[in-house]
Antibody, heavy 126, light 113 residues
Framework: QLQLQESGPGLVKPSETLSLTCTVS??????????WGWVRQPPGKGLEWIGS???????YYNSSLKSRVTISVHTSKNQFYLKLNSVTAADAAVYYC??????????????????WGQGILVTVSS | DIVMTQSPDSLAVSLGERATINCKSS????????????LAWYQQKPGQPPKLLIS???IRESGVPARFSGSGSGTDFTLTIGSLQAEDVAVYYC?????????FGGGTKVEIK
């Protein structure tokens, strides 16, 4: 079955760039009708959508993070990536990658997240 | 942004009893063109990622026990656990996928009384 796995540094210094990779196995990242998303969860808190990408490279970002976020995809590696610039302590969280269904309304084409990776805890500290 | 408000923040229910979680959206999640509500429910156990339980407000995912049910339309939604089991202790989240940014409710923690 489809599995996702996050990887990357668990510790990032303030003002530096957080870089994570999500590796997809058991299926192709080039599947149509799916997006690939990033969601984060600060310790003890709720879930925040960061952004999503289609295999073609089309991206959708949360406006609250848009100026600092870049999501990209490498279809031949079956991976997608997250970069978050200028991190602060507020960016410390468990970062999840997930496959996202795609269903359209009059204002967007998005969906639910399933399955999810196990998550990676990123700490921001000097 | 569509704001998702869950209530209560936590609840304690006896084993075998019903648990009801509410989720209210700041604007309608019902898309008139297909008459579908763009709302999902997740279960998150400690140290685990969220698990999708329900999509389209009421469609249970394959493998999800029948004691979990979703209902509601428009702006008001409910997740019901019909007969609480010990393994249902978790935090439950609703999520709207009608518009971006995608937003989640703040979560409801379900415990055993």
């Amino acid at each position: 079955q489809l599995q996702l796995q996050e990887s990357g540094p668990g510790l990032v210094k303030p003002s530096e760039t957080l870089s994570l990779t999500c590796t997809v196995s058991g299926g192709s990242i080039s599947s149509s009708n799916y997006l690939w998303g990033w969601v984060r969860q600060p310790p003890g808190k709720g879930l925040e959508w960061i952004g999503s990408i289609f295999y073609s490279g089309t991206t959708y970002y949360n406006s609250s993070l848009k100026s600092r976020v870049t999501i990209s995809v490498h279809t031949s590696k079956n991976q997608f990536y997250l970069k978050l610039n200028s991190v602060t302590a507020a960016d410390a969280a468990v970062y999840y990658c997930a496959r996202q269904s795609e269903y359209c309304t009059d204002i967007s084409c998005q969906g639910w997240f399933d399955p999810w990776g196990q998550g990676i805890l990123v700490t921001v500290s000097s | 942004d569509i704001v998702m408000t869950q209530s209560p923040d936590s609840l304690a229910v006896s084993l075998g009893e019903r648990a009801t979680i509410n989720c209210k959206s700041s604007q309608s999640l019902l898309y008139s063109s297909n008459n579908k509500n763009y709302l999902a429910w997740y279960q998150q156990k400690p140290g685990q990622p969220p698990k999708l339980l329900i999509s389209w407000a009421s469609i249970r995912e394959s493998g999800v026990p029948a004691r979990f049910s979703g209902s509601g339309s428009g702006t008001d939604f409910t997740l019901t656990i019909g007969s609480l089991q010990a393994e249902d202790v978790a935090v439950y989240y609703c999520q709207q996928y009608y518009g971006t940014p995608l937003t989640f409710g703040g979560g409801t923690k379900v415990e055993i009384k």
